[in-house]
């Protein structure tokens, strides 16, 4: 019985990863408030699911085309006189420090799992800006997999409660 529930907790998961309007928070408290699945193999499967598709989207920007020839060119100048492109600036600065962060080995773990069960910074651009860091596929893995699961299983747990 709970074998369709977890392939069905995978799958959620997997187009929640994806999808940033499916929320898994949402499903995991829902499937335990309601009683109908079991909540902890619903946010295991949720957490499996989850990183399946955060690592698709590491893979993807990893390996997209054409992005060896795309890293040596600057970006476009802004002007920082507007306020759009100031707000264009603070993104680039924001993104390159996450970038070089991610690409360190004593802070791409912590930021990943930081990510992956608090939320802060969002996993989504994590996923995105990992890809193109020199982060490793098995660290990331792992990462985003212990903090997903410490996340849902959490919250699976809590709700079980009541």
């Not at 995991?28 to 408030?33: D, Q």
């Not at 608090?118 to 893995?141: D, E, H, K, N, Q």
């Amino acid at each position: 019985m709970w074998a369709w529930q977890l392939v069905l907790a995978v799958g959620f998961g997997i187009g929640s990863a994806v999808i940033p309007v499916l929320n898994a928070e949402v499903y995991v408290l829902g499937v335990g408030a309601s009683g109908a699945l079991d909540p902890v193999v619903a946010a295991i499967g949720v957490s499996v699911g989850q990183t399946i598709g955060k690592v698709a989207m590491f893979l993807a920007v990893r390996y997209r085309p054409g992005y060896a020839a795309k890293k040596g060119k600057e970006p476009k100048p802004v002007n920082l006189d507007t306020r759009r492109g100031r707000l264009i600036q603070w993104n680039r600065d924001l993104s390159k420090r996450l970038l070089d962060a991610l690409s360190d080995r004593r802070w791409g773990i912590p930021v990943t799992l930081l990510s992956s069960s608090v939320g802060i910074p969002p996993l989504y651009g994590v996923a995105l800006i990992a890809g193109a860091s020199r982060m490793g596929l098995l660290s990331f893995t792992l990462s985003v997999l212990a903090g997903r699961a410490a996340r849902f299983i959490t919250l699976a747990l809590g709700v079980s409660l009541f």
